[in-house]
């Protein structure tokens, strides 16, 4: 844990330490002041004691001591720390004094040989002494000197030192903790402050600072928050654009959107959601490859910003999704406005290499607030009306309603049964006879998928299949009926209804899935009588890659299946199927048995059954419901026919029971 | 942030840590250097291995340093203000400073005048017992008033009939034959040369005063040889070294300490050193007449 401190506590702390450094520093200097200032005073004092000793040696005459007065008054006048000097004879009687003050008390047992002077402390020492040699012809005798010290004047030396000493470290102090806190302050503090601010708010770029490694802190700050807010953009503009086309994504669509609900409440504007589909899209990648579908994406983009206005919104939700939000929007007549000169624009052929391809579009329109009031409810209706306009026919645009938001419900309730019914049993197969118009028996039946809503009954077929065939829930299905059926006739078999042919039909989209397809009848019809399945398929299947069609018709009658052409007459009633595909029977469109009494339709009936028999194709007439249709169908030698005249679809048991009663 | 905080953290302690190391530093810087150590000479033979010492550098290795005078009378006044701490002495300053009270001691002998010391005259010594007023010039206070007693009594010369004159041997190099008066005259080498230049005659010199014996030796402080006592026994191995490369080498040794002797001729010199015997490693008669006169020589260094 790194403990903390303020650059203002450090700096505390090192004028504290300046402080007593410099406090030292000013001790020392004061101390070697002084002891220089002892030396020179022990230095003078020396001086003037060596040629006092030198002149009394020769010249103190005890006869005749006046002659050493001026000469000592002059050393004691002239020199301030000396106060004053005093000669004694050999038995320490006073020979002259300087001083003639009464209070002047001699006591010289305190002081010290002059030769000590170095050992001592002369600003306590009051009094040197010394020797003066004197001789009687050749024999030495001794006076001795002593020197009194100006006490008070070497206090108030050493005192005015020390004053003097101790305002200048203050002033000196005072002036460089000043000085060093202005300097901390301006150069350290204030721009690490400055720096803190920088680096919390990331506002304010400071200026370059004075301090290198302050200013290298500044300037990779700067540095890194450029690079930061560089990459920032960067990535908000990722999150909030589409890669490919520059247009705004869902996210910020979804958030545009919020921004307009919002201001719609205040200011009550209403926009319109338009919900482009491109037509056919799939188409474009699979057959020019991607790149070209990158192509047109982007050039649908570029035709989409063209054509609204400056506020409007455009984005792109992903594969071949676009989403105008047009604001502002008064009336449907601007919307239309729109909706056209999008069309206009995209009719334009895209060109890219040697490709070319007109493009077009089905939208839906959700307009705010009448279709709804939030994002999901507008995306979601604008959305529902473009399936609409897609199942209108594609290259259209649909209002959002209301009732399709009905249909839109229906089918996913339908889509929520589907995906259960297998497990649950929600699928039945009803069976509806097919009767020999000779015999007037039963001789075959088709077998007709039925989804039962445990809640509300019976679901017809063209509720259900249609969106079992987009979502391919077909497959799955039609494996099942295919299962069944089989089933059925496995337990048909060796009873008395061994006889029964049975037919299922088949899908187109379980066509295009044609191996699979195989496989799983060629599983399945193990075990039975292959002669009494049929496959009924019709016209529609065969129209979009017909060759790989016929290879599968083939490979199933190959099997020994036959196959029934049904609804026959109701498409493009191509004769050359006939010739080309080897059906074994003919199913004759409910509405042209229903129309039997219009003199066109009898003709057409009387043709097919002309031309089949002529084929040897068997005719079976959908849809009879009276004697009459089956008289006339009698009449022109129709073999069967199916119909409520003789039964609706029943479920198994009562198809048996039908059947069993005929006989 | 945190890096940024780490890093102001760690410059401020680095800069804590500089300033305590400043204070450290500052505080060594105070200490107390070896203290110098003055000595006072005056031109005598028997210290030329001081001058020798001093010009080779072998003093300033040590931090002591040189005091020359121009008598011993001056180098005992310097001692006794303090001035010095060590002076190169006879016996008589030895004796002169323990009177007075200083607490000194003898720490190497240097040489014994055998001849240094000389007593000189404008009479014979017969002339001289004749006459009715000597004047008679002398360092009062110094080895030359034992020497002149010594010479008085040897000669049995009537002390009441001598004036005596007070002068340092420069003024008493100075002097001039008068015929009128009858002189005597105390000095040692080198300054005799000048004087029997100028006509006086030798009568005496310690080489034949038998009775007197004038050591010559390094006096200090007791406190200050107790304070000192590396640096003094350094002190005299190279007293010991210097006479050791003098007497080796006296031509050379006269170039580096002439002008200690007044400049004086290389002859001179050379016959000056028959006028000393070196005592630094002192002979047991030397000793034994130290002895007698209460000259201490337990502090003498090895």
């Not at chain 1, 320490?92 to 001699?106: R, V």
């Amino acid at each position: 844990m790194i403990k903390k401190l303020s650059i203002k506590s450090f700096t505390i702390i090192s004028m504290f330490l300046v402080f007593i450094s410099s406090g030292y520093l000013f001790y020392q200097s004061f101390l070697d002041t002084k002891n220089n200032t002892r030396i020179l005073l022990e230095e003078n004092i020396q001086f003037n004691i060596l040629n006092t000793k030198y002149y009394l040696e020769k010249n103190l005459n005890i006869k005749n001591p006046n002659r050493i007065k001026p000469y000592l008054n002059n050393i004691v006048y002239t020199n301030d720390i000396i106060k004053a000097m005093t000669i004694l004879d050999t038995k320490n009687n006073i020979i002259y004094q300087t001083t003639l003050s009464d209070d002047f008390k001699h006591d010289h047992t305190n002081c010290i040989s002059i030769s000590h002077i170095i050992d001592s402390n002369i600003f306590k020492q009051n009094c040197y002494t010394f020797s003066i040699k004197l001789f009687n012809k050749l024999e030495p005798y001794y006076y001795h000197g002593i020197i009194e010290l100006d006490s008070n004047y070497l206090n108030i030396f050493v005192k005015n030192k020390i004053i003097k000493y101790f305002s200048f470290f203050l002033i000196y102090i005072i002036t460089i903790m000043i000085t060093l806190w202005f300097i901390i302050n301006k150069v350290i503090i204030h721009p690490l402050e400055k720096l803190r601010q920088y680096a919390y708010y990331s506002t304010k770029i400071p200026r370059p600072f004075f301090i290198n490694e302050i200013e290298g802190i500044r300037y990779s700050l700067e540095f890194t928050f450029k690079r930061l807010k560089k990459e920032q953009d960067e990535l908000f503009h990722l999150s909030t654009r589409d890669p490919l086309s520059g247009l705004y994504n869902r996210l910020s669509l979804i958030e545009r959107i919020n921004w307009l609900i919002s201001k719609g409440k205040r200011s009550k504007n209403n926009f319109a959601v338009l919900f482009l589909d491109l037509d056919n899209f799939k188409n474009i990648n699979d057959s020019y490859g991607h790149n070209f579908g990158d192509i047109v994406l982007q050039h649908i983009s570029e035709v989409l910003l063209n054509v609204v206005r400056d506020n409007d919104i455009v984005a792109r939700l992903g594969g071949d999704e676009f989403v105008v939000v047009l604001t502002d929007v008064k009336n449907d007549k601007e919307i239309l406005s729109v909706l056209k000169r999008i069309k206009i624009e995209l009719s334009l052929p895209v060109t890219y290499e040697q490709y070319t391809y007109n493009a077009s579009c089905s939208i839906g329109i959700s307009l705010y607030p009448k279709d709804g009031i939030t994002v999901t409810d507008l995306l979601k209706n604008s959305d529902i009306a473009m399936y609409k306009a897609k199942d209108l026919g594609k290259n259209n645009f649909q209002f959002f309603e209301e009732t399709l938001q009905l249909e839109i419900q229906e089918r996913m309730k339908i889509q929520t049964l589907m995906i259960d019914g297998l497990e649950n049993h929600y699928f039945e197969l009803y069976y509806q006879p097919k009767v020999d118009i000779k015999t007037n028996k039963i001789v075959a039946c088709e077998a007709l998928i039925r989804l039962i809503d445990p809640k509300t009954g019976i679901i017809p077929p063209d509720k259900f299949i249609t969106i079992a065939e987009e979502n391919n829930f077909i497959i799955p299905l039609g494996d099942w009926i295919i299962k069944q059926a089989t089933n059925q006739l496995r337990i048909w078999n060796n009873t008395q209804f061994k006889d029964i042919k049975l037919s299922i039909n088949i899908s187109i989209v379980q066509l295009n899935n044609n191996a699979e397809l195989f496989e799983t009848i060629k599983h399945n019809i193990k075990g039975i009588d292959i002669s009494k399945l049929d496959i009924e398929l019709t016209e529609s299947v065969l129209i979009k890659d017909f060759d790989e069609k016929l290879k599968i018709i083939h490979k199933l009658k190959e099997l020994g299946l036959s196959i029934s052409l049904d609804d026959f007459g109701t498409g493009y009633s191509s004769l050359s199927y006939l010739k080309t595909i080897p059906f074994d029977t003919i199913k004759i469109d409910k509405s042209f048995i229903d129309d039997f009494e219009n003199n066109q339709d009898r003709s057409f009936i009387n043709m097919i059954v002309a031309i089949a028999n002529e084929l040897n194709i068997e005719v079976i007439a959908e849809g009879v419901e009276n004697k009459k249709q089956l008289k006339f169908l009698k009449d022109i030698q129709c073999q069967q026919y199916q119909g409520y005249l003789c039964s609706k679809p029943l479920p198994i048991n009562k198809f048996e029971k039908l059947f069993l009663n005929q006989l | 942030m945190l890096v940024f905080k780490y890093v102001i953290g760690v410059v401020m302690k680095k800069i804590i840590f500089t300033i305590f190391l400043s204070l450290l530093v500052l505080s060594s810087c105070s200490k107390k250097e070896d203290k110098e150590l003055k000595i006072s000479t005056n031109p005598w033979i028997g210290y030329a291995p001081l001058f020798y010492a001093k010009e080779m550098g072998y003093l300033n290795k040590l931090n002591i340093s040189l005091i020359h005078n121009i008598s011993l009378s001056e180098s005992t006044k310097l001692y006794s203000m303090g001035k010095v701490d060590m002076i190169a002495a006879t016996q008589h300053e030895y004796f002169s400073l323990l009177k007075i009270g200083e607490d000194i001691v003898p720490i190497s002998l240097l040489d014994r005048s055998d001849g240094g010391d000389i007593v000189l005259s404008n009479r014979s010594l017969n002339e001289l017992k004749s006459a009715d007023k000597i004047f008679a010039y002398l360092e009062i206070d110094s080895i030359n008033i034992d020497i002149i007693k010594d010479f008085i009594k040897h000669h049995k010369l009537d002390m009441n009939k001598i004036e005596f004159i007070n002068a340092d041997q420069v003024q008493i190099a100075d002097l001039q034959i008068n015929k009128n008066k009858n002189m005597l005259l105390v000095t040692y080498v080198p300054y005799n040369y000048t004087l029997e230049k100028s006509g006086f005659i030798q009568l005496a010199s310690t080489k034949n005063l038998n009775s007197i014996v004038v050591v010559d030796g390094i006096l200090i402080n007791k406190k200050v040889l107790q304070d000192n006592k590396e640096k003094l026994l350094k002190f005299k191995q190279i007293i010991d070294k210097s006479i050791t490369e003098i007497t080796k080498n006296k031509q050379a040794s006269y170039k580096l300490v002439k002008k200690y002797l007044d400049n004086m001729p290389y002859n001179e010199y050379i016959e000056s050193f028959e006028l000393i015997k070196w005592e630094n490693i002192p002979s047991k008669e030397i000793l034994d007449k130290l002895k007698d006169i209460n000259y201490e020589s337990k502090y003498l260094l090895k």
